[in-house]
């Protein structure tokens, strides 16, 4: 019985979860109000405080949960969260391991995009998810300069400007592909992008 009401708490706050991000994304951050996510996900305001004290506290949840989950990105004390495999990739510097991640990568691009597109409006208007959305991006550029660091390329001072580089070029262009009339299939833009990173990682 306590197994059952654990999966329907589970399923409720995924519900929650799906039904915010729907809304976010098709009505706008701001423009949406806990009633309604209440209403789209089949329960009632009161349900929706007992798993999020607040809006900003579901958005919170999307990027700590949903898109670290989909980015493969674990706890870590010194940063926050790291993907291993990232830093992994960076550190062994071949073309044929930045390319396969990048490829990893851009199969999870449907799923994070609107998060990250909603995490932004959010982050105009929520000081607290500002500061979380832009310790996100630090912990993601962290790894690169993690990776550079492992291999002993380049000096200390640069290895982070190059995470900077290299996730500046990775988010323009996984919030961009598909909008953006670039005149490259997915591969021909994926080649491109892993030659870039080579470039600047190597």
Do not use: C
Request: without cysteine.
């Amino acid at each position: 019985m306590a197994n059952l009401r654990q999966a329907q708490k589970q399923m409720t706050r995924r519900l929650l979860l799906e039904s915010g991000l729907e809304l976010f994304t098709t009505k706008g951050y701001a423009a949406t109000k806990v009633d309604e996510i209440a209403t789209a996900a089949g329960t009632t305001r009161v349900t929706f405080y007992a798993y999020f004290p607040s809006r900003t506290d579901l958005m919170k949840a999307l990027i700590d949960e949903r898109l670290n989950e989909a980015l493969q990105r674990v706890r870590s004390p010194e940063h926050g969260s790291t993907a291993q495999d990232l830093v992994a990739t960076v550190a062994g510097g071949t073309a044929e391991g930045i390319g396969a991640w990048l490829r990893r990568t851009a199969d999870s691009w449907p799923e994070i995009r609107p998060i990250i597109r909603v995490g932004r409006d959010a982050a105009a208007i929520d000081p607290e998810l500002r500061d979380l959305v832009e310790r996100w991006m630090e912990e993601a550029i962290s790894d690169i300069e993690d990776g550079l660091t492992q291999a002993g390329r380049f000096e200390p001072h640069q290895r982070r400007f190059k995470g900077v580089l290299a996730m500046a070029e990775l988010d323009y262009v996984a919030q961009h592909w598909g909008a953006a009339d670039w005149k490259l299939t997915r591969e021909q833009l994926l080649d491109e992008l892993s030659a870039s990173w080579v470039r600047l990682l190597t």
